[in-house]
């Protein structure tokens, strides 16, 4: 198994310009997400899904869109990028474990954007 | 709001000693804990979790839960230079029904000099 793969590892993008960042995992999890991480301030949460189809908004979603259509990918779509994206993006996944369990999150590597 | 906190650190112990790495949160529904090790420039990775007070131990690592006092914490015995890495409390808060979300730490950074 890959676990969670994303793609591009590093980005630099201009003010103004979109991109997809992509994410992939082989462990047939229906729960994924995506955090940024800035340093120091630790992981905020994007936007999350609970299986194809379903999203929702996390703590920090304004500026991006995210997309889920099969239980695999979850894209995150960056529109007219902003020098404040700039930040490490992660995704994640998780089986689904209820009360008192569950909820174990494995991360992918990471990509790094810059916005210039 | 919710919240996760540590210690910032840096937390410096020699190589051989322990390491305790604490954490406190406010939510008194939080029902899951992790703890996640993150090497500086890679992604997080799990190394504890723990669902019911009291300890739970896995090889050098030990995870310890008090719900009373909102309070969970990692123990590393025998510290190595190699456990010299960021260390991330996650708590998750569950509604019946809804798994819920992960809230995270910012982490203390822990050095093991050799």
């Known amino acids: 198994n890959a676990g969670v793969t994303q793609t591009p590892k590093f980005r630099i993008l201009k003010i103004g310009q979109s991109m997809t960042l992509q994410c992939t995992q082989d462990m047939n999890h229906n729960y994924m997400y995506w955090y940024r991480q800035d340093p120091g301030m630790g992981l905020k949460l994007i936007y999350y899904s609970v299986g194809a189809g379903i999203t929702d908004k996390g703590e920090v979603p304004n500026g991006y869109n995210v997309s889920r259509s099969t239980t695999e990918d979850f894209p995150l779509r960056l529109e007219l990028a902003a020098p404040s994206q700039t930040s490490v993006y992660f995704c994640?996944?998780?089986?689904?474990?209820?009360?008192?369990?569950?909820?174990?999150?494995?991360f992918g590597p990471g990509t790094r954007l810059t916005v210039l | 709001q919710k919240e996760v906190e540590q210690n910032s650190g840096p937390l410096s112990v020699p190589e051989g000693a322990i390491a305790s790495l604490n954490c406190t949160y406010s939510?008194?529904?939080?029902?899951?804990f992790f703890w996640y090790r993150q090497y500086s420039g890679k992604s997080p990775e799990l190394i504890m979790s723990i669902y019911s007070n009291g300890d739970k131990e896995d090889g050098r690592f030990t995870a310890q839960l008090n719900k009373a006092s909102q309070y969970v914490s990692l123990l590393i015995r025998d510290s190595q230079p190699s456990d010299s890495a960021t260390y991330l409390c996650a708590v998750n808060l569950y509604y019946g029904g809804s798994q819920g979300n992960l809230i995270f730490g910012k982490g203390t950074k822990l050095s093991v000099k050799p």
């Open positions: 994640a996944s998780s089986y689904p474990g209820g009360q008192g369990a569950g909820n174990e999150q494995f």
């Open positions: 939510d008194r529904v939080s029902q899951s």
